[in-house]
């Protein structure tokens, strides 16, 4: 099963993400994939990690997310964004076509291990166009996975003002 959560920051895709879980699962797992560039960024993740009580089982992956054992349980993956944030500075020299195969197979790698999964994305271009090149291909990265996410989901939600609208159910 593939939960897909986007929307805009703050949203309340976390928060909702977290409670799908906990509905379907006593100990779900929290896959993490940020990796912390400052202390402002440190403290959202203490955050986090606090407003998540002892059933969880935290997972920190900023890459390989297709290597962590989570056959049979239910994931909340947080988030896409982050990862491919990851992926995409570890491999400027590479397209963005290429990048996003990298993750489309990492991707589908995780999805063969039986979890239940509640991946949680961002919509980072509903905004103006970005003022940079690079700004620019990431968010064709992002756009370009979370439609092949949305494709691959059982169900797809977008988050606003933290209410969940269903756009595939």
């Not at 703050?10 to 409670?19: L, V």
């Not at 990298?102 to 003022?131: M, P, Q, R, Y």
Request: aromatic letters at 8%.
């Amino acid at each position: 099963m593939l939960h897909f959560i986007t929307g805009g920051q703050r949203s309340g895709k976390s928060r909702y993400a977290q409670k799908l879980a906990l509905e379907k699962s006593s100990n779900p797992v929290y896959l993490a994939t940020a990796r912390i560039w400052d202390e402002d960024f440190r403290q959202r993740v203490e955050r986090h990690q606090s407003d998540r009580g002892p059933e969880w089982t935290n997972i920190e992956e900023p890459l390989n997310i297709s290597d962590c054992e989570v056959t049979g349980r239910v994931v909340v993956l947080d988030c896409v964004t982050l990862w491919l944030t990851n992926l995409f500075f570890d491999h400027q020299e590479k397209s963005v076509d290429e990048v996003l195969e990298k993750a489309k197979t990492e991707l589908e790698k995780l999805l063969e291990k039986d979890a239940c999964l509640i991946v949680i994305s961002n919509e980072i271009g509903l905004g103006g166009h970005a003022e940079n090149a690079l700004a620019r291909r990431f968010t064709d990265l992002q756009g370009w996975m979370n439609q092949y996410i949305a494709s691959r989901a059982d169900e797809a939600i977008m988050m606003v003002a933290g209410l969940p609208v269903k756009l595939k159910v």
